[in-house]
């Protein structure tokens, strides 16, 4: 006969079991996910691991585009550059080969009209910097820094663009120390890497930013000519996180009209206009994180760009503010920030109408977290860490990204940024 | 014409069968008795209450004994036996030290490496809180882990800096000639302390989200790190870089994972100890699943180094059982290179598909595994337990000392129940310094 102090006896242990079992079965998974579907989170090696992976310490992913036909491209930094592809059809990453001599391309993928890609080069922006403790003669500090910042690039001569030609090369397999088919376009300037380009809606016009000299430049695909329109930025500031940065914008956009866009002195947008051929500054300021009762004129700058299908332009700051703005009607709407961290690092407009965003700064603690903004109602929704779980193949957990892209089925690719590093794929 | 002669061969049935008898009994009896055969150890309590360690123990060259206990939510502290004085003393309150008492922030509770001396005899140390909270204080508030120097000659404990905001090092290995420490943090990237310069450089990430909990350092400057699943990468000093290598260390996937309920690639996939032998040049390390396979990995054997499987650490109750079931590996591991030993305390547990568990708290009789590597041969050692029949729990950190005393922190029965710091089932435990005297 089961007495009631035995029912109660049997309940509480059932209870207190349940409780044990929970805390521990889950206390060894200490970053939890926050996707409720992990199926949608992926990741790919860049290569065929072992024979011909893009070698690890070049994998750092630091530029992502669609091409029209859907294959995704990349450009990796690090010891050496790679161009690399994913092809959706054959569902892998190959890598596309190295481009000597250069060790860095950061945000500077573009496809013209006739499905070329091109590429502007650069150091590998995640280098050391050497920062000098005393200055020359009685040289201030931001003298010296910057000092020290043309120092690190005075022994590099200067980024390349080079254009490849997918339907000549594609097919051709590389190994790891294959150097990629591509033509050299030239040099825009001389001991700067290009930092930032972008295309006209045409597809026969390049721009591009310079680092560390912040200029703005253009490259005609058919006069097969640079110019050089100078800097965007008259100031030096070093408005941070990266204390050996110059604080410069790091995006370009082009508008459906043609202006292409980025941020300039003072933070305000700032926009290339191909009729002038100049630089004209707007009314608007790019959102960013000020301490009013400090002495400051330093200020964020654009970090990354997005386009929505009706032509609204998505941006994201060093202050990690997300903004939208309207070309047509030049009104600029700051949304807000996700997290106390600054560095808004990439984003993209998904095919559902979300913006995906990556925030976070370079940091071992607080790294990188995946969010996204509904514009209607406008919401941000909290995706977390970004942590492909294919267990027991392959389990990994994305901790710095620096470029997004949106594939054509609506597929958002995530270029992961460390040492060894994967293209991540998040499927909305 | 066969000659059929049946009762012959009745007879000779009888004295297979016999013979067969007679080989399971003895064999059962052998295992039986290795089962229950005791290894007499002794303990020393340690001042402080801190419920649980791993790793952080360390016999130095001038024979005193470093242990780096754990008290989460609180302080981890750090202590010193001195075989002299048979004492173990309290060098020192980590939070207290580093000013983090009576702030309202989140603390040093943690401290999970086996230090490191350099040829001065100073002692070094990382710590951490990694997860030791208190997790309901801002996470933001933890400074980050130290490097740490004690030196034993002017008896001074000194804070050498931060790791790397909010970060503090697992694994730690020492270059004696170029005066490097090295570590991997909490997040998986791999940091080199230049202790002359005082310069922490960050290599990159290094490791999935179950940290390497052990690394070795060679005698050329090398630092070797395991990687998901079973690989060996390594830190090439003259490079400045870390590459992958094509060494994979034993690997058994038929093994239960940590944890069945959401199994994944954690640190049963990776080796759990490691050490290196100075005197023979290479490392000897076991694997954290698998089934404990003990490895030795000689860097200099070919152009990328070799690893070569040897024996089964585990509990010898799981060597005829079903393998499945083996635990993952403790951290008592520590190789005696003078005397040619490896000595490994593992965990005892079983293991439940529905909850995960921890060689802490399990009631089972603990065993000493020795492998004698001029012999080949791995002996068990027997139960632990002391003279006055007191019981060894799980133990999670070891070091041999010059002598070849092997010294263990790991759950001791204790007599006065105030003195526990875990009951185990009805037994009062606390964490002990156990003392092994080779004969």
């Not at chain 1, 090369?169 to 591509?182: H, P």
């Not at chain 2, 940590?258 to 100075?278: C, F, G, K």
């Not at chain 2, 070891?398 to 010294?407: E, F, K, L, P, Q």
Request: glycine share 8%.
């Amino acid at each position: 006969m089961v007495t009631n102090r035995t029912k109660t006896t049997i309940t509480l242990s059932i209870i207190i079991g349940i409780l044990i079992s929970t805390s521990y079965g889950y206390s060894q998974d200490w970053a939890k996910p926050v996707i409720i579907n992990q199926q949608r989170v992926d990741l790919r090696d860049l290569g065929y691991p072992m024979v011909n992976e893009i070698p690890v310490n070049s994998t750092a992913i630091t530029s992502l585009i669609t091409a029209r036909d859907g294959v995704i491209y990349g450009g990796t930094s690090g010891d050496e550059s790679y161009l690399f592809l994913f092809d959706p059809k054959i569902n892998k990453v190959r890598h596309l080969g190295k481009i000597p001599g250069h060790t860095g391309i950061h945000h500077s993928l573009v496809e013209d009209k006739d499905g070329n890609i091109y590429i502007g080069t650069g150091k590998n922006q995640f280098e050391e910097v050497a920062l000098t403790k005393w200055g020359e003669g009685d040289d201030k500090f931001d003298i010296t820094l910057w000092k020290d910042i043309k120092k690190h690039y005075s022994t590099y001569q200067g980024g390349h663009l080079y254009c490849y030609r997918p339907v000549k090369s594609n097919q051709n397999v590389k190994l790891a120390d294959m150097n990629c088919e591509v033509e050299d376009l030239g040099m825009p300037l001389a001991n700067n890497s290009i930092y930032a380009l972008t295309i006209n809606p045409n597809g026969d016009e390049i721009y591009g930013l310079t680092y560390p000299d912040g200029h703005f430049f253009v490259y005609s695909t058919t006069l097969k000519k640079f110019t050089d329109v100078g800097e965007v930025d008259r100031r030096k500031v070093y408005h941070g996180p990266e204390r050996q940065w110059r604080t410069l914008p790091r995006a370009l956009i082009c508008d459906d009209s043609g202006r292409v866009f980025t941020s300039g002195t003072d933070g305000i947008l700032v926009y290339y206009d191909p009729k002038t051929k100049k630089i004209v500054p707007t009314e608007l300021i790019v959102p960013g994180d000020y301490y009013y009762l400090q002495f400051f004129n330093d200020y964020t700058a654009v970090e990354y760009f997005a386009k929505d299908p009706c032509g609204i332009i998505y941006g994201g700051t060093t202050d990690g503010y997300l903004f939208s703005f309207d070309p047509k009607a030049m009104q600029l709407n700051n949304i807000g920030k996700v997290r106390e961290s600054r560095r808004l690092r990439c984003l993209a407009v998904g095919k559902d109408g979300k913006v995906y965003l990556m925030a976070g700064e370079i940091s071992t603690t607080r790294p990188c977290q995946f969010y996204s903004y509904s514009p209607d109602p406008g919401k941000f929704e909290t995706l977390g860490l970004l942590i492909a779980d294919r267990s027991p193949y392959y389990y990994w957990r994305g901790q710095q990204f620096d470029c997004m892209t949106t594939g054509l089925d609506g597929t958002i690719y995530l270029g992961e940024s460390e040492r060894k590093s994967h293209l991540f794929l998040y499927i909305p | 014409m066969k000659e059929i002669c049946p009762g012959k061969n009745i007879f000779r049935m009888k004295s297979l069968t016999v013979f067969v008898l007679l080989f399971l009994f003895f064999s059962i009896q052998n295992v039986l008795a290795q089962e229950n055969k005791i290894c007499i150890v002794e303990t020393r309590e340690y001042p402080g209450r801190d419920p649980v360690m791993w790793d952080g123990l360390y016999a130095a060259s001038d024979g005193k004994v470093y242990s780096a206990l754990i008290n989460e939510g609180e302080s981890a502290h750090f202590y010193v036996y001195d075989p002299k004085a048979d004492k173990n003393i309290l060098l020192c309150d980590m939070a207290d030290f580093l000013g983090e008492r009576g702030k309202g922030i989140r603390s040093t509770g943690k401290i999970h490496n086996k230090p490191v001396e350099d040829n001065d005899g100073n002692i070094y140390f990382c710590s951490m809180n990694n997860g030791s909270g208190p997790n309901n204080f801002d996470y933001t508030s933890w400074k980050g882990g130290h490097w740490m120097k004690y030196d034993p000659k002017a008896n001074k404990m000194e804070d050498m800096g931060l790791v790397d905001q909010g970060i503090g090092c697992y694994p730690l290995a020492i270059d004696k000639n170029r005066n490097f420490l090295y570590g991997i943090g909490f997040t998986g990237y791999f940091y080199r302390f230049d202790l002359k310069s005082r310069v922490t450089k960050n290599f990159g990430r290094v490791s999935n989200w179950d940290i390497c909990r052990d690394i070795f350092c060679d005698d050329e400057g090398n630092v070797f790190m395991s990687f998901p699943t079973a690989q060996v990468i390594k830190y090439d000093v003259r490079k400045e870089r870390i590459y992958d290598t094509p060494l994979l260390t034993p690997y058994d996937p038929s093994i239960f994972p940590t944890q069945l309920r959401n199994p994944m690639i954690d640190r049963t996939n990776i080796w759990r100890a490691v050490e290196w032998d100075p005197i023979d040049k290479v490392a000897y390390g076991v694997t954290c699943g698998s089934g404990s396979i003990l490895f030795r990995l000689d860097p200099h054997d070919g152009p990328d180094g070799k690893v070569t499987q040897l024996v089964k650490m585990c509990d010898s109750k799981f060597l005829e059982g079903d393998p499945k079931a083996i635990p993952y590996s403790t951290l008592a591991f520590a190789v005696d290179s003078r005397n040619k030993k490896v000595y490994f305390a593992p965990s005892a547990r079983g293991f439940s598909i529905q909850s995960y568990e921890e060689t802490y708290g399990s009631r089972e009789g603990h065993h000493l595994i020795m492998y004698d590597i001029k012999s080949d041969k791995r002996v068990d050692l027997g139960i632990m337990q002391t003279a006055d029949g007191r019981k060894i729990f799980g133990c999670e950190a070891a070091s041999v000392a010059a002598d070849g005393t092997v010294y263990i922190c790991g759950q001791a029965e204790v007599k006065d129940r105030k003195a526990a710091t875990r009951m185990i089932g009805d037994t009062p435990t606390a964490l002990q310094l156990i003392i092994y005297k080779p004969e």
